[in-house]
């Protein structure tokens, strides 16, 4: 059974023969207590039904808050979202369906804003076609097909985008555990990219996210924990933040994303198996992070709350009607429908968690 707020087991005594035998069952993964936080909005749900397929969201948005164009359309801010057994959505804040690239196979997302709009990656998975997708908005039309980057070997998985020496790399996260981050050549129509590093995680991982000022690359170990990286030291060189089944998180680690507010840069990670999201205080050098706590996010206004999440993404500063910053999340049980994404004010994050 789950427990709540710490860990539960229970032993049996019973006599068999004329001997007593006890039996202790495994203990109950440890869950920290969670404080709730309101939905604040919802996307449409993806075309495929019946399935676990919404898995991951980018938030974009321009800077103070400004809106801009989109196909004709002026919006507050856009909101990519995988459909992993279709391709590629992106929604408008309000949560209606802008446009949708019928890609095949796309996991994880993930953008950088480039020049007036940005440029986006997704892990590719169709057999045949096992990579990273790239696309391009270019601040004002629509997102557009922007090249590939094969992978040379295993499933891609996780996937994340950042800058190093403020140049913008794609780090592919393999289902066994191996990375790739690749630099990006954004100076022709079709962005290429060359291999910078690979290293191995050690078992299946999934969700990343890069801190561009630090160049540090943050992983989670689906059944282990979350690692972090130091992508300008020798490869692979790395501290943990967070074990899993210590109380912070629940296995599965899944999607993790970066804000910042008010000079900290907080990490926010999916933990899966308790329909929750733990939050840490990173904002020093490797090895000074801080827990903060966790939240979950419960029913409000019509809007269902979140459970079973995968991928996570966060907009640090106004964007629409979300004054300090916006989280969006994946919600795996979207209250009988297919499988969508959830949208929560982090102004409310933090008024819920005390900062």
Not at 108 to 126: C, H, I, K, Q, W
Not at 154 to 163: A, D
Not at 282 to 303: H, I, L, M, Q
Request: net charge negative.
């Amino acid at each position: 059974m789950r427990g709540s707020f710490g860990v539960y087991s229970v032993t049996v005594s019973f006599l068999l023969c004329g001997c007593a035998m006890q039996a202790t069952p495994p203990q109950a993964a440890i869950s920290y207590p969670a404080v709730n936080v309101p939905a604040a909005g919802e996307t449409a749900a993806v075309a495929t039904q019946n399935a676990d397929a919404a898995d991951d969201p980018a938030i974009f948005g321009k800077p103070g808050g400004a809106r801009f164009d989109f196909a004709g359309k002026t919006i507050d801010g856009l909101l990519l979202g995988t459909d992993k057994k279709a391709g590629l959505y992106v929604f408008a804040l309000g949560g209606e369906v802008l446009q949708f690239l019928p890609d095949g196979l796309l996991n994880n997302v993930d953008l950088r804003p480039e020049g007036e709009g940005f440029v986006a990656g997704a892990s590719a998975r169709t057999p045949g076609r096992m990579g990273v997708a790239l696309y391009r908005f270019d601040g004002a039309s629509d997102v557009r097909p922007a090249g590939f980057i094969p992978a040379d070997t295993g499933e891609p998985y996780g996937f994340c985008m950042g800058r190093i020496d403020d140049a913008p790399v794609a780090v592919l996260v393999l289902k066994d555990g191996q990375v790739r981050v690749y630099d990006l050549d954004l100076s022709q129509p079709a962005i290429s990219g060359k291999e910078r590093l690979r290293f191995a995680i050690g078992t299946q991982s999934e969700g990343c996210t890069v801190d561009d000022a630090a160049a540090t690359l943050f992983v989670g170990e689906e059944d282990v924990g979350i690692w972090r990286y130091d992508l300008k030291a020798a490869p692979g060189t790395r501290i943990s933040v967070a074990k899993a089944r210590q109380g912070q998180l629940v296995d599965d680690v899944e999607g993790m994303s970066l804000l910042r507010d008010g000079g900290a840069t907080y990490l926010i990670v999916s933990s899966q198996g308790d329909d929750a999201f733990a939050v840490w205080d990173v904002t020093g050098a490797a090895g000074s992070e801080r827990y903060v706590g966790r939240f979950r996010v419960a029913p409000s206004g019509g809007v269902d709350g979140v459970s079973g999440t995968d991928g996570v993404d966060a907009w640090t500063g106004p964007i629409g009607r979300f004054g300090q910053g916006l989280v969006a999340m994946q919600d795996g049980d979207n209250d009988g429908q297919a499988q969508n994404f959830k949208l929560v004010d982090w102004a409310a994050v933090k008024a819920a968690l005390g900062r």
